[in-house]
């Protein structure tokens, strides 16, 4: 028997989500809050799945990987583990989340990126954080049927990345933003919204193609701005408005942004895939009021402090 834990860090997109997925840049930080992944392999062929974030338990045996009800992300990243060390064996895998399922704050790729890198070590095989990223973006493309790079790139290295899709390698910022999340409670799904805005591009590309394309230029000029410590508030306003027009805001959403707006942040938008999940924030000289006015409409709010531990071996 073996046992290892490994932990991954949540992440909030600072600017480019959803035009990310259409080969745009992006913007992500990782955050203080983590999943820990712990797992001991057996040997009468089973594989357990327990997590404090779900309210059931799943056991199967190990034949049944492709095709057992529930932990998705968990059992593709399984089945991708087997395949890179070339065995397979019983498992029991616990995970302990701070950060709240389908939330938009990335748990789908942490848990991913960290269960990869868990069963490779309880297997003895060692796997670079470039394959890991790799592995961990086609778990999510695999399950979700379409994903970008972004959260399973920021999972791994940790910090702040500039993610351009195309590109291996990701750009690190050495910078950590002042951000408050508004949490709205509300679960969703980023297969079914990343499938939504693809239909509003195929019906009307003329109209939803220069969205996606501005929102990529905000990006790059999000970029230069915090390089230079200069103000992306009103960046991040003009990309929540651009959001809005392809449709994954909400009523709780616009209203949490409004809220932070009021209360003297200098920007504020959805981060994430929206549709419900969360928004952040930026609020260098009004981080408690704004905390206030989210939590004051009956929302969490949290700091979301950058963290540079990308996944690692605990
Ligand atoms: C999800 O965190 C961000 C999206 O852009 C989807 C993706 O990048 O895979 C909506």
Known sequence: MSMVTVSAPGKVILFGEHA????????????????????????????????NAEPR???????????????????????????????????????????????????????????????CGALGTEISKEELA?????????????????????TTFGGVLFVEPEKEEHQRIDVSLPLVVGYTGIERSTGALVENVRALKEKSPEIVDPIIENIGRITVEAKYRIENGEDIGELMNTNHGLLVELGVSSPELDSLVKAALDAGARGAKITGA??????????????????NAIEKLGFRAFDSATTSEGVAVE
């Open 57 to 119: 338990d799943l056991s199967f045996p190990v034949g049944e990987l492709r095709t057992a009800d529930g932990f998705p992300y968990i059992r593709k990243a399984v089945e991708l583990a087997f395949e890179r060390t070339g065995r397979e064996s019983g498992l029991d895998i616990e995970i302990s989340s701070e950060i709240p399922p389908a939330s938009g704050l990335g748990s789908s790729a942490s848990v991913s990126v960290a269960t990869i890198m868990a069963v």
């Open 20 to 51: 990310v997925v259409y080969g745009r840049p992006s913007l992500v930080s990782a955050i203080d809050r983590r999943i820990y992944v712990s797992l001991e392999t057996r040997d009468d062929n089973k594989i357990a799945i327990s997590s």
């Open 274 to 291: 929206g549709g419900g999940g969360c928004m952040i924030a930026y609020a260098p000289d009004s981080r408690e009021a704004v905390a």
């Open 134 to 154: 790799k592995l961990g973006h086609r778990v999510e493309f695999e399950v979700q049927g379409a994903a970008s790079p972004t959260d399973t790139a920021v």
